[in-house]
């Protein structure tokens, strides 16, 4: 803590290459890194963890990953708050389900200090610094390499408060409920179709700006209404990899522009059954 500077094996892990259930297993790419941190670095990280009592207070309210007390499932909740509200005011309500793509693996230490510079003390940032810098992994029994990137929560945390100050998305009373988020899960809720785009736009300035990438198959733009359907088609432009469907799975929920209950009642049906 006095001179900021961490040794170096507790910055080196093992890390063991886990291959993607369905994907080729010949391409590099569908294998995810697990790591096994030094013990010794895991108890230092609790010890500095106590001292960063006032991390979370800037967090979005709207950010229910990662987060004591809260859970995915209340992100799941709000998005079906917003659809029931949205059918009882009689309007249509668009979801564009937005997936980063690998975030785990591509968050830029760098952007992410300059965050929690304003978050800590300086003494804690300038530690937590030294212990993201000349991070080593070893492959089994491989050659060591550096360690780069990586994703924490509070990264995207100003996507939904840009949203909010643009008065985009819904709200529900006085509560603006347009964008909540599950860790790098964002799912856009606007209710006027002029909306759509200018929340994806951003969206996807944001990703540039902060270095990360839209996954193009794991990102959908899905409406459900209770008015009568229109024939004018919802462009989105092409510098926007998302695309349009009828449903949708976010945080383990089927989402649907009609139909949802049945879907996800035959949809748990189906998994017990296979579990059986």
Known sequence: ??????????????????????????????????TVTSALGKIFE????????????????????????????????????????????????FLATIDSQKAFDVVHHMILFEKLFYEVPPDIWRVVKDLYSNMLGIIIISKQFPIHLGVLSIYINDLPEELERRGLGL???LEYCGSPLCA???VLMPTVETEIQAMLDI????????????????????????????????????????????????????????????????????VARRTL
Request: glycine letters at 6%; hydrophobic letters at 30%.
């Open 1 to 34: 803590m006095q001179t900021g500077e961490i040794p170096k094996v507790f910055k080196t892990g093992i890390m063991t290459p886990v291959h993607k259930k369905g994907k080729d297993s010949t391409l590099p790419t569908n294998y995810r890194g697990i």
């Open 46 to 93: 609790y010890a500095i963890l106590d001292k960063m009592t006032e991390l979370n207070n800037n967090q979005s309210d709207l950010q229910f990953g990662f987060t004591q007390g809260l859970s995915p499932i209340m992100a799941a909740l709000l998005v079906s708050e917003g659809i029931v509200h949205a059918k009882q005011q009689n309007m249509t309500m």
């Open 184 to 186: 790098n899960d964002i």
């Open 203 to 270: 969206a996807y300035k944001y990703s540039c700006q902060q270095r990360y990438n839209i996954h193009p198959q794991k990102s959908t733009l899905i409406k459900t209404e209770r008015t009568k359907p229109s024939n004018q088609q919802h462009p989105i432009t092409p510098k926007n990899p998302i695309q349009q469907d009828q449903q949708t799975t976010h945080l383990g929920i089927i989402r649907a522009g009609k139909n949802e209950t049945q879907l996800n009642i035959q949809e748990h049906i189906s």
């Open 171 to 173: 709200n529900i009373g």
